[in-house]
């Protein structure tokens, strides 16, 4: 395998931090490279947004547009920040044209100055909206910010060179894995003090 395209950074980049090997072997690439990814998805979690961009296809039920509290109707879309919209579609094929909304791009929001129209299936009842779109701050991981390299780098590092000092609890499927002093720990935040740091700025915060 080799690294995802949306990772935070690349097999060549983590090669250059203390303690990761300067040529890795194949034993050893073959550890890093689901770090890399798997670190990725955990920092974005953490940050609720996408760094790299990529497509994503999401349901959101007509339910989750009702429960928006704000005047103006909308569909706060899971990441952010939002490219642009490739298709919004129900299970009977209905469609929500582009005129139909405008996209808040910096907050991952749809809005429409009228109302959603109400998804539905084959025999009427009321289901989901399938939702495609392009998300992500970044076009490549070589234009991501130092800083979130620098976060990713150290925490698989650190899970590379103690793979076991701070996890109570692993499994080998899908890298499910649960901390003693990272994920479980409340005043560090889920992660080491210099990663919180380092991610602050990249949280997301809705208005």
């Known amino acids: 395998m080799s690294v995802a395209t949306i990772s935070l950074i690349s097999l060549a980049e983590l090669a250059t931090y203390p303690g990761i ?61 939002i490219v642009s919209v490739t298709s919004i579609t129900d299970p009977d094929a209905n469609t929500i044209p582009s005129t139909d909304y405008w996209i808040d791009k910096a907050h991952g929001w749809l809005v429409t100055t009228g109302s959603w129209q109400i998804p539905q299936d084959a025999n009427g009842f009321e289901t989901y909206w399938t939702i495609v779109y392009i998300a992500g701050r970044w076009v490549a991981t070589a234009n991501v910010d130092a800083n979130l390299k ?45 990663v919180k740091s380092l991610i602050a700025p990249y949280r997301r915060r809705d208005v």
């Open 21 to 81: 090997p300067p040529v890795p072997s194949a034993s050893e690439t073959a550890i890093l490279e689901p770090l890399i990814d798997a670190m990725t998805l955990v920092i974005e979690k953490e940050c609720q947004q996408a760094f790299v961009r990529r497509s994503f296809t999401e349901d959101y039920t007509y339910e989750h547009v009702l429960r928006n509290p704000h005047s103006k109707p909308r569909i706060e879309l899971r990441q952010y920040p």
């Open 150 to 194: 620098l976060a990713c780098k150290m925490l698989v590092a650190q899970l590379y060179s103690n793979p076991d000092q701070n996890i109570a609890s692993k499994s080998v499927g899908d890298l499910s894995l649960s901390y003693t002093n990272w994920v479980s720990a409340e005043q560090t935040g889920g992660f080491p003090p210099i």
